[in-house]
Structures are given as structure tokens and as C-alpha cells.
């Protein structure tokens, strides 16, 4: 859950592995080794034969069929999610192709911006952007001030070092006394706050919880010893530690749905329901899961703003 392009020191941290992405037998990408013998950043063009559909297009408000734009606001930081591309300056991931093919779906032009994660949605409630991406995940607090529509399920995840005598978090009072990192505004800092008084309450230490606003950063805490243990989304850490010697993912903690989000109340979230919905029945949905190794997060439905998961 990033801010803003920090991919030199990401890279670094990383030895340049979390730009690239593992590709399957077949994969014309699969050919074109990065370093350490990893596959470089799928190129799959997923998008570009995604047709009108007018059925979903008629669904939007008279004044956006009429302009043909709308602002977007993404978060941008790693893989497979988001992220800038060796150059720097090209986007990629899987938030970046759900939006393109929603807006070809709708016979829309985003104009992309990137935005802080933690910026995002007081943005959109303030009516400075139509929508945002940044793997929002639908919760309950969210949903009184934002609208969400739908398009993969991600959730809550731990990483360690493999140094670490931790093998499982299934309750948070197993990280008392330890030193958890994770992104500043995000699910994972307000789960591992509400809950930090278990500790005292059971007679143990509470845990620290350190927040950084570049996904660089919160990586850098882990490899540092500054953090003990990661807490993040689901699909990032797996593909993080798939790509880098000494650390592991523990397990999945909680699940979450995933969503484009919007000002509360907003008339375009049938349209984008219906597209995401077209590009289900049509293909394109499966095909962006499979070029991004995602495919456990698929949905059955695009729902708008349901309950969160519990």
C-alpha cells in the first residue's frame, strides 16, 4: 500500500526482483530473463481487445457519456498490484488493466493520476477525482463515506524473515512484544491498532506497530531487523516472497473484498458493476487474473459496497 515511485531503492531492497514476475510454461514472457534467472514483468496484452459494451455504457450519468473521461486516482508501489516498470515511468499490474478494461467496457478515457495511498479517498469524498485504485479493500468503516464496486477479493496477510520463530498468526496476541511493519492509512494499521490492547489485557507486552508510507520502506524495515514481522495484502506478500531469498509468508488472516472506490453516492456505480460483470461473462476477467498469477482472488459477482467480509 505505497505512495509514490521509489523504485531505485525498491529494487534494492529487493535485488530488483519485485519488478519482475514469475510466468507460466508458455508465457511469451517467460523467455526473457531478468536478473537471477527471474522472468521480467509479463507484457500479455490483456486490454486492447476489450470492446464497447453499450448495455453497461448506458448505465452512466448523461454528463460522462457526453465528456467521455473521467479522473482516476491510483496508488502506485509494487507488484502485482500497481507499480512503475524498470523505466520508471510505465505502469503495470493488475489494478492498472482492471481500470483500462473497465474504461474500454464503458467507451471511456481515464485520466490517471498517481496519488498517495492515504490520500486517496479523503480526495474522492472532497470530489477532486471520479475514482480511485489502490487495492481498497470493502470494510465496514469505509463504506459510511465510500462506495465501492468490486472486482477481486484480497485480504490480510504476514511475512517474516526466515529467521523468525513464527509460523503462523491466527490470533494477534501471538505478535505481543513484537515489532509489526505495515502501510501508513491502511487496513492492516487500523486492525493491528484496534487490537493492540489484547496484549496488556493478557498480561503481555504490546506489540509496536510501525507504519511507512513506501512499500519500499516497509520491506527495507523487515530485511533491516527493524520490523519482526509484515503485515499486508494477501497477493502482495506471496508474490514478494516468491521473489526474494530469506523471507516467508506465514498465512492468510483475513479476507477482504476488493474495490474501485468513490465519492458516497456516487451514479456510476452500476456502470462499473455491469463492466466488471461483461468482463467476467466475456473472458478478459480470467485473463487479467492468469497474466498476473492472482487467480484465488477472482469473484463470482461485482457487488457495490457489500458488507465486509467477516
Same mark, same amino acid.
Given at each position: 500500500m505505497p505512495r509514490t515511485r521509489h523504485t531505485a531503492?525498491?529494487?534494492?531492497i529487493t535485488v530488483a526482483a519485485l519488478l519482475l514476475t514469475a510466468? +507460466?510454461?508458455g508465457d511469451p514472457a517467460a523467455s526473457q530473463a531478468g536478473p537471477a534467472g527471474r522472468a521480467r514483468t509479463p507484457t500479455t496484452d490483456v486490454?486492447?481487445?476489450?470492446?464497447?459494451?453499450?448495455?453497461?455504457? !448506458?448505465l452512466l450519468p448523461d454528463g460522462v457519456r457526453a465528456s467521455g473521461t473521467l479522473s482516476l486516482a491510483s496508488s502506485v508501489g509494487a507488484p502485482p498490484g500497481a507499480f512503475?516498470?524498470?523505466d520508471g515511468r510505465t505502469l503495470a499490474g493488475a489494478d492498472i488493466d482492471f481500470a483500462d478494461a473497465v474504461a474500454r467496457t464503458l467507451g471511456l478515457e481515464l485520466k490517471r493520476e498517481v496519488a498517495s495511498f492515504e490520500a486517496i479517498l479523503p480526495a474522492l469524498t472532497s470530489g477532486k477525482y471520479d475514482l480511485g485504485t489502490g487495492n481498497f479493500g470493502v470494510t465496514d468503516e469505509r463504506r459510511r463515506t465510500i462506495d465501492f464496486v468490486t472486482y477481486i477479493n484480497d485480504g490480510q496477510g504476514f511475512a517474516v524473515r526466515d529467521d523468525s520463530e513464527l509460523t503462523k498468526?491466527?490470533?494477534?496476541?501471538?505478535?505481543? %512484544?513484537?515489532?509489526? +511493519? $505495515? %502501510?501508513? %492509512?491502511t487496513?492492516?494499521?487500523? $486492525?493491528?491498532?484496534?487490537?493492540r490492547h489484547l496484549c496488556a489485557e493478557t498480561g503481555r507486552k504490546p506489540y509496536e506497530v510501525r507504519t511507512y508510507a513506501d512499500q519500499a520502506a516497509v520491506w527495507m524495515s523487515l530485511e533491516q531487523g527493524r520490523s519482526d514481522v509484515l503485515m499486508s495484502t494477501i497477493n502482495g506478500l506471496r508474490y514478494a516472497v516468491s521473489q526474494m531469498d530469506g523471507l516467508r509468508f506465514l498465512n492468510e488472516y483475513k479476507r477482504l473484498d476488493v474495490g474501485f472506490a468513490f465519492k458516497k453516492g456516487t451514479p456510476l456505480a452500476p456502470a462499473f458493476q455491469a463492466a466488471?460483470?461483461?468482463?467476467?461473462?466475456? +473472458?478478459?476477467?480470467?485473463?487479467?487474473?492468469? !497474466?498476473?498469477g492472482t487467480g484465488k482472488s477472482a469473484i463470482e459477482t461485482s457487488r457495490i459496497s457489500p458488507p465486509e467480509i467477516r
Open positions: 531503492a525498491f529494487t534494492l510466468c +507460466g510454461p486490454v486492447s481487445s476489450v470492446t464497447r459494451n453499450e448495455a453497461a455504457a !448506458k512503475y516498470e524498470e498468526v491466527t490470533d494477534l496476541t501471538q505478535l505481543c %512484544g513484537l515489532t509489526v +511493519g $505495515t %502501510g501508513a %492509512g487496513t492492516f494499521e487500523a $486492525t493491528l491498532e484496534e487490537n466488471v460483470n461483461s468482463l467476467k461473462a466475456e +473472458g478478459t476477467y480470467d485473463r487479467i487474473l492468469e !497474466k498476473w
